[in-house]
C-alpha cells in the first residue's frame, strides 16, 4: 500500500527518533486519521529495533501478556515473564542502553484506564534512565482529552515529551493524492465529501464516477462510510450530550450561536457552550470570527470541519426517508445535485483556498506575509446594509481581499472590476485583491495590486522558492525549463539513440518504445506550455 502525504510529520519523528536527546514522544488525534500508519513508515525509514504494540479493552494482566508476547515476536527474543508493567517496561529501558530502540503504545488511553498511576511509572522511567537510555517511547491515542491530560502541568509526565504531535486530517493537496487520475474540478467535489482522513479517501474507486463514488461509499444510512460516519459519532460523541442536534442544525446553516440556540431549543446557553466546546475540542467543528471584530461573539460562526460529517448530515441524515422510498441514485438527483454543485462544493473550493492562501504563506511566497486570514464583517447602519467578505488576510501593509469563483467559465475584466467595485464601495480599507478562479481568466489585464490564481495553482504540487505574484511564477517556471529541455535534448537524444539502437539490438522492443515516448512527451509538455506535467518527467 503506497504511502501518501504526511511529509512534514515524517520530518519531525524523523528527528525525534534519530536526533532528539528527550526519550518521550506523545501522538494524538481522531480515529482513522493515520497516526498508526504513519508511526510505523516513520519507524520503517529510522531502521531502529522497534516494539510496536496496540492496548486493549481487556484487563492489565491481558495487556501485560499480549506485550511481552510482542516484545519476544518483534525483536525475536525470548519472552519475558515479569510479573508487572513496570517491570517489563523497565526491562525495555534496560535493552536501549547498549543500542537505540522505539516502543510504542498505541491506543494509550485503554492502558490509561485500566493500569493506576500508569502515568507516574512512565515518569519515573523516563527521569531514571535520562542520559542512559537510547530508548524512544511513543504514546499514541484517539481519546484526544486523555491524550492532551498528558501534557498538563499536573500530570507527571509534564514537560517530559520531546515530541508532541496533534495529527490533523490532510489539507485538500495531501488528500487529492489518492485519487491523481481525476480532473481538478473533480478533486475538489471529491475532497468536499470525503475530506483527509486517509482511511476513507483511499475507498475512492479511480474507474468511478465523482457520483457513483458518492452514492457507492456515503449514499444512504447504510452504505459503506455512512455507518462508519455514524459507528464513529456513536463512539466518540456518545457522552457529549445534545452533539447530534448541534450537527444537524449546523447543515441547516444555523451558523450563529443565538440561531443554534433557537433552533435546538436547549434550555440555556451554558449546556449549547458545553457541546461546542466539547466538539471544538474533538476537531469536528470550528469556530470563527471576523478578523476585524474578533470579541464579537454575535458575529462568531460555527462550522461543521470534517468534510464527511458535513456531507452525512447535510444530505444523507436529512433525506434518508426520500432516500428510503427513491433509491439512493434518484433520489440524490431530485435533491441533492443541484445544491451539491452550486452551494456544497463551491463553499469547500472557498475552504482549499484558505488552506492554498496560507501554505503559500508558510513558505514564504507570499510577501509581506499576512498574520491573519478570515472573513471581513461590517456593518453600515445610516445606510441600512451590511455584508461581509469571506476571504480576506491582513499583513503589516493592510489587507487583501480574495474572491474565490467556482463558476464554470473564465473571469473577465468586468467580473473583475464589478468584484473590486464592491469592495471599494464597502467600509474594507482594501488596496489589494486577489482571485481565485475555477476555469481562469480571459482578457484580464496584469495589475501590481492584483493576484490572479486557479484552480490549478492549488493543486500544483512542485513549488518556486521565490515569492511571486499571482500566476505571474509560472512564467519563470516555464522558461527555466525551456531552457533546461534545450540542454537536455543536446544530451538526451543521443543518449536515447545509443539505447532504442542497443535495445531493439537486443530484443528489447518494449523498452526502446518507452524510453522514445518518455522523450517525446517531455519536449511536447514543454512546448504546449505545461511545465509542472514536464516536471514530472524529471522527478
Same mark, same amino acid.
Do not use: W
Given at each position: 500500500?503506497?504511502?501518501?502525504?504526511?511529509?512534514?510529520?515524517?520530518? %519531525?519523528?524523523?528527528?525525534?527518533?534519530?536526533?532528539?536527546?528527550?526519550?518521550?514522544?506523545?501522538? /494524538?488525534?481522531?480515529?482513522?486519521?493515520?497516526?498508526?500508519?504513519?508511526?510505523?513508515?516513520?519507524?520503517?525509514?529510522?531502521?531502529?529495533?522497534?516494539?510496536?504494540?496496540?492496548?486493549?479493552?481487556?484487563?492489565?494482566?491481558?495487556?501485560?501478556?499480549?506485550?511481552?508476547?510482542?516484545?519476544?515476536?518483534?525483536?525475536?527474543?525470548?519472552?519475558?515473564?515479569?510479573?508487572?508493567?513496570?517491570?517489563?517496561?523497565?526491562?525495555?529501558?534496560?535493552?536501549?542502553?547498549?543500542?537505540?530502540?522505539?516502543?510504542?503504545?498505541?491506543? $494509550?488511553?485503554?492502558?490509561?484506564?485500566?493500569?493506576?498511576?500508569?502515568?507516574?511509572?512512565?515518569?519515573?522511567?523516563?527521569?531514571?534512565?535520562?542520559?542512559?537510555?537510547?530508548?524512544?517511547?511513543?504514546?499514541?491515542?484517539?481519546? @484526544?482529552?486523555?491524550?492532551?491530560?498528558?501534557?498538563? /502541568?499536573?500530570?507527571?509526565?509534564?514537560?517530559?515529551?520531546?515530541?508532541?504531535?496533534?495529527?490533523?486530517?490532510?489539507?485538500?493537496?495531501?488528500?487529492?493524492?489518492?485519487? #491523481?487520475?481525476?480532473?481538478?474540478?473533480?478533486?475538489?467535489?471529491? /475532497?468536499?465529501?470525503?475530506?483527509?482522513?486517509?482511511?476513507?479517501?483511499?475507498?475512492?474507486?479511480?474507474?468511478?464516477?465523482?457520483?457513483?463514488?458518492?452514492?457507492?461509499?456515503?449514499?444512504?444510512?447504510?452504505? %459503506?462510510?455512512?455507518?462508519?460516519?455514524?459507528?464513529?459519532?456513536?463512539?466518540? @460523541?456518545?457522552?457529549?450530550?445534545?452533539?447530534?442536534?448541534?450537527?444537524?442544525?449546523?447543515?441547516?446553516?444555523?451558523?450563529?450561536?443565538?440561531?443554534?440556540?433557537?433552533?435546538?431549543?436547549?434550555?440555556?446557553?451554558?449546556?449549547?457552550? $458545553?457541546?461546542?466546546?466539547?466538539?471544538?475540542?474533538?476537531?469536528?467543528?470550528?469556530?470563527?470570527?471576523?478578523?476585524?471584530?474578533?470579541?464579537?461573539?454575535?458575529?462568531?460562526?460555527?462550522?461543521?470541519?470534517?468534510?464527511?460529517?458535513?456531507?452525512? /448530515?447535510?444530505?444523507?441524515?436529512?433525506? %434518508?426517508?426520500?432516500?428510503?422510498?427513491?433509491?439512493?441514485?434518484?433520489?440524490?438527483?431530485?435533491?441533492?445535485?443541484?445544491?451539491?454543485?452550486?452551494? $456544497?462544493?463551491?463553499?469547500?473550493?472557498?475552504?482549499?483556498?484558505?488552506?492554498?492562501?496560507?501554505?503559500?504563506?508558510?513558505?514564504?511566497?507570499?510577501?509581506?506575509?499576512?498574520?491573519?486570514?478570515?472573513?471581513?464583517?461590517?456593518?453600515?447602519?445610516?445606510?441600512?446594509?451590511?455584508?461581509?467578505?469571506?476571504?480576506?488576510?491582513?499583513?503589516?501593509?493592510?489587507?487583501?481581499?480574495?474572491?474565490?469563483?467556482?463558476?464554470?467559465?473564465?473571469?473577465?475584466?468586468?467580473?473583475?472590476?464589478?468584484? @473590486?467595485?464592491?469592495?471599494?464601495?464597502? #467600509?474594507?480599507p482594501c488596496s489589494r485583491f486577489g482571485f481565485v478562479a475555477r476555469c481562469g481568466y480571459e482578457g484580464v489585464k496584469p495589475a501590481d495590486n492584483l493576484s490572479l490564481y486557479t484552480l490549478a495553482d492549488c493543486t500544483i504540487r512542485?513549488?518556486?522558492?521565490? #515569492?511571486?505574484?499571482?500566476?505571474?511564477?509560472?512564467?519563470?517556471?516555464?522558461?527555466?525549463?525551456?531552457?533546461?529541455?534545450?540542454?537536455?535534448?543536446?544530451?538526451?537524444?543521443?543518449?536515447?539513440?545509443?539505447?532504442?539502437?542497443?535495445?531493439?539490438?537486443?530484443?528489447?522492443?518494449?523498452?526502446?518504445?518507452?524510453?522514445?515516448?518518455?522523450?517525446?512527451?517531455?519536449?511536447?509538455?514543454?512546448?504546449?506550455?505545461? #511545465?509542472?506535467?514536464?516536471?514530472?518527467?524529471?522527478?
Amino acid at each position: 500500500m503506497q504511502f501518501i502525504g504526511r511529509q512534514t510529520e515524517l520530518q %519531525q519523528l524523523s528527528r525525534f527518533l534519530e536526533r532528539s536527546p528527550d526519550s518521550l514522544a506523545v501522538v /494524538y488525534g481522531r480515529r482513522r486519521v493515520g497516526k498508526s500508519e504513519l508511526l510505523r513508515q516513520a519507524i520503517r525509514a529510522s531502521n531502529l529495533p522497534y516494539v510496536f504494540f496496540e492496548c486493549r479493552q481487556t484487563s492489565e494482566s491481558q495487556n501485560l501478556a499480549a506485550l511481552q508476547e510482542s516484545i519476544s515476536t518483534q525483536l525475536n527474543e525470548p519472552q519475558l515473564a515479569f510479573e508487572s508493567l513496570e517491570n517489563t517496561l523497565e526491562q525495555l529501558f534496560r535493552r536501549a542502553e547498549d543500542k537505540p530502540m522505539v516502543v510504542v503504545l498505541d491506543e $494509550y488511553p485503554y492502558l490509561h484506564s485500566l493500569v493506576k498511576g500508569i502515568d507516574s511509572i512512565f515518569q519515573a522511567l523516563v527521569d531514571r534512565y535520562a542520559g542512559r537510555s537510547k530508548l524512544k517511547l511513543i504514546l499514541c491515542g484517539s481519546y @484526544i482529552d486523555i491524550m492532551t491530560a498528558i501534557l498538563d /502541568y499536573a500530570n507527571p509526565l509534564y514537560g517530559r515529551a520531546g515530541l508532541v504531535m496533534h495529527l490533523k486530517p490532510m489539507d485538500y493537496l495531501e488528500a487529492s493524492g489518492f485519487y #491523481p487520475d481525476y480532473s481538478d474540478e473533480d478533486k475538489v467535489r471529491l /475532497y468536499s465529501v470525503f475530506g483527509g482522513i486517509p482511511a476513507y479517501t483511499r475507498k475512492i474507486d479511480s474507474l468511478l464516477s465523482v457520483k457513483d463514488n458518492i452514492l457507492n461509499l456515503i449514499g444512504a444510512k447504510d452504505s %459503506q462510510l455512512a455507518i462508519a460516519t455514524n459507528h464513529f459519532l456513536v463512539s466518540e @460523541i456518545s457522552k457529549v450530550n445534545n452533539a447530534n442536534l448541534v450537527f444537524s442544525e449546523l447543515s441547516k446553516g444555523a451558523l450563529r450561536f443565538s440561531d443554534l440556540l433557537a433552533k435546538t431549543k436547549l434550555a440555556n446557553g451554558a449546556t449549547l457552550t $458545553y457541546t461546542l466546546d466539547k466538539l471544538m475540542s474533538m476537531g469536528l467543528i470550528e469556530k470563527r470570527a471576523p478578523i476585524n471584530d474578533e470579541g464579537n461573539k454575535r458575529r462568531t460562526l460555527y462550522r461543521i470541519s470534517d468534510p464527511l460529517t458535513s456531507y452525512y /448530515y447535510r444530505f444523507v441524515e436529512r433525506y %434518508q426517508d426520500s432516500i428510503l422510498l427513491m433509491g439512493e441514485q434518484k433520489a440524490f438527483e431530485t435533491f441533492v445535485e443541484t445544491e451539491f454543485e452550486t452551494q $456544497y462544493v463551491p463553499k469547500a473550493f472557498e475552504e482549499i483556498c484558505r488552506q492554498f492562501l496560507i501554505r503559500r504563506n508558510r513558505m514564504g511566497r507570499i510577501r509581506p506575509p499576512f498574520f491573519k486570514i478570515g472573513r471581513y464583517a461590517y456593518d453600515l447602519p445610516k445606510e441600512r446594509r451590511n455584508g461581509e467578505f469571506d476571504v480576506v488576510t491582513q499583513d503589516t501593509d493592510g489587507f487583501i481581499c480574495y474572491e474565490v469563483k467556482f463558476r464554470n467559465r473564465k473571469l473577465t475584466q468586468s467580473d473583475i472590476d464589478n468584484e @473590486i467595485r464592491q469592495v471599494v464601495e464597502s #467600509p474594507l480599507p482594501c488596496s489589494r485583491f486577489g482571485f481565485v478562479a475555477r476555469c481562469g481568466y480571459e482578457g484580464v489585464k496584469p495589475a501590481d495590486n492584483l493576484s490572479l490564481y486557479t484552480l490549478a495553482d492549488c493543486t500544483i504540487r512542485k513549488t518556486l522558492t521565490k #515569492p511571486e505574484n499571482g500566476t505571474h511564477g509560472r512564467h519563470t517556471r516555464t522558461l527555466f525549463l525551456i531552457l533546461l529541455a534545450g540542454f537536455f535534448l543536446i544530451v538526451a537524444f543521443g543518449l536515447t539513440f545509443v539505447a532504442v539502437g542497443e535495445a531493439v539490438a537486443e530484443g528489447m522492443a518494449d523498452f526502446a518504445s518507452s524510453v522514445a515516448r518518455r522523450m517525446t512527451d517531455f519536449t511536447s509538455y514543454v512546448a504546449r506550455g505545461m #511545465p509542472d506535467r514536464a516536471a514530472g518527467f524529471l522527478d
